[in-house]
């Protein structure tokens, strides 16, 4: 039964350390912004990865509650500088950054592409469900976007209207 409950487990304590790091974290992302925690890029996405993890190991180790709010507050920094250091160099967002890739042309699916982005044909088909895609017919593009996201664009069946250039701004058509 100890792997269910220890009378050893410092449960006060993770409660206390909840509330503390909670409070921290509230406190960072005030000072930083929202832009921390968003999903903008892969490694925004690691980012908030690794926050999560240092969160957890200091809610259920022997590291300190001081220790834990100071890496999750170097990390949160850190996306502050690169954001604003991507805002100001465009080399280093490319270098960072995937450029989102185009899965879909119209209704015509892009085989290579998909191969190249390792996404099979029933993964973007689920996506097409979930938009309520009813017809190929409808969809204007899909896209696979720099965070892993895929995009559906597409009209009902009453409407005609094209896709605006600028929406497709910075899409791969090829790998």
Do not use: C
């Not at 050893?8 to 929202?34: E, K, M, N, W, Y």
């Not at 957890?56 to 890496?71: C, E, F, N």
């Not at 890739?101 to 190249?116: A, C, F, H, R, V």
């Not at 895609?133 to 696979?144: H, I, N, P, R, W």
Request: hydrophobic letters at 45%; proline letters at 2%.
């Amino acid at each position: 039964m100890k792997w269910i409950y220890s009378s050893s487990d410092p449960l006060l304590q993770t409660i206390g350390g909840s509330v503390l790091i909670f409070i921290a974290v509230i406190f960072l992302t005030r000072i930083i912004g929202l832009r921390s925690f968003a999903k903008f890029t892969a490694y925004d996405f690691a980012f908030t990865i690794a926050i999560g993890s240092i969160i957890s190991s200091t809610l259920t180790s022997s590291t300190s509650i001081a220790h834990g709010s100071v890496a999750v507050g170097a990390l949160l920094l850190l996306t502050f500088i690169v954001s604003y250091l991507q805002r100001k160099f465009r080399w280093i967002n490319k270098l960072i950054s995937n450029k989102p890739l185009l899965l879909m042309n119209g209704s015509e699916i892009l085989e290579d592409n998909l191969k190249y982005a390792r996404v099979e044909k029933s993964q973007l088909i689920a996506k097409l469900r979930e938009a309520n895609v009813l017809d190929f017919s409808q969809v204007k593009a899909v896209v696979l976007e720099s965070t892993g996201d895929i995009s559906v664009l597409h009209t009902t069946e009453n409407e005609s209207n094209s896709l605006s250039d600028s929406l497709l701004e910075g899409v791969r058509e090829k790998p």
